[in-house]
């Protein structure tokens, strides 16, 4: 049975507190269609489909696209390509200065541009059309399982001085899963590798703290508040990118990744992830089954590609 009662359940777990930290994440108005884009994938479309869209305005999404069931995963792409060709050909003929006598589906595309577009915009749109895969079935899956941790994961954020919003990076890293393991090596829920591990829990042979939802997460606090220099926001901005690029106490290259990939995909990410418990709450979600947790945790089988994909 589906009942809302569990998400609103999940959205008070995930979000208590967030408000009285806002000012740790400041948002740009130039990357509110980056995060309504994300937020879209993360709570709208699963990953039996996802959207078509321009790679450089994420708010022009030209098609929710549904991938018929029982389809090879070559057989997936190709299903995707020629939806990417067909909006592809639309924009060339628009950008040939068609105005009138529209189909539906170019009046749509046209639509979906401001007023007075030129041609050279619509020319070169045509060369951006991106697909992304949708997330929200594995988000669900993930606030099911955050359940167990979340509590434990705010103590250890707050114990370090670091903002409560954070206890949704899991989410980005690894939907929760204790045994994620990635084609690169990083593990459990924080997805640290191994040389990273090693600096705040114990990783060897015999015993991979990785793996143990509890001692990831009181390391990931400590790696989060490792440049105690810095202002808070600093410290938080830098700290993100360590988990994500493995830098984990090295400022000044950390620094300099950042200010690469500051205004794309990191923040748009993080701050859309902090946005989803709201949108979330429109959606339906199953009702946790405690014993599978159990089961889950003697016998999880690793993920290898949990964080969402752009194809290009």
């Known amino acids: 049975m589906l009942r809302i009662l569990t998400t609103l359940i999940a959205i008070a777990l995930l979000a208590s507190e967030a408000s009285a930290r806002t000012d740790d994440f400041p948002r740009p108005a130039a990357i509110e269609p980056q995060i309504r884009f994300w937020t879209r994938i993360y709570s709208e479309v699963d990953r039996a489909g996802g959207l078509i869209h321009d790679s450089t305005h994420m708010d022009v999404v030209y098609e929710v696209i549904r991938l018929p069931e029982g389809l090879s995963r070559r057989a997936r792409e190709r299903h995707v390509e020629r939806a990417k060709k067909r909006y592809a050909t639309i924009l060339r003929n628009l950008a040939k200065g068609k105005r009138s006598g ?6 749509h595309v046209l639509a979906l541009w401001p007023e007075g577009v030129s041609n050279a915009t619509l020319k070169s749109a045509a060369k951006r059309i991106r697909f992304q895969l949708g997330q929200a079935d594995r988000f669900l899956e993930g606030i099911e ?9 705010r103590k250890s954020l707050r114990a370090h001085g670091v903002p ?3 206890d949704s990076l899991p989410h980005v890293e690894s939907s929760y899963n204790p045994a994620a393991y990635s084609q690169v090596g990083a ?19 015999v015993i991979d703290e990785r793996m143990d939802p509890f001692a990831a997460s009181d390391g990931a606090a400590r790696l989060l508040r490792s440049n105690p220099e810095l202002s808070i926001g600093d410290t938080m901005r830098l700290a993100i990118e360590a988990v994500r690029f493995e830098d984990s106490v090295n400022a000044d290259r950390v620094q300099r990744r ?19 418990p709201d949108a979330i709450g429109q959606v339906e979600v199953p009702l946790p089954d405690l014993a599978k947790f159990d089961q889950f945790l003697t016998s999880g089988e690793p993920d290898s590609c949990l964080t969402p994909v752009t194809c290009s």
């Open 102 to 107: 529209l189909s539906a589906e170019e009046a």
């Open 145 to 153: 399982r955050a359940g167990q941790w979340a509590p434990h994961i």
């Open 164 to 166: 409560l919003e954070l």
């Open 187 to 205: 593990a459990g829920l924080w997805q640290f590798t191994r040389s990273t591990g090693r600096l705040f829990m114990r990783v060897d042979n």
């Open 258 to 276: 950042t200010e690469q990939l500051a205004a794309r995909e990191m923040r748009r990410e993080d701050l859309s992830d902090i946005d989803i």
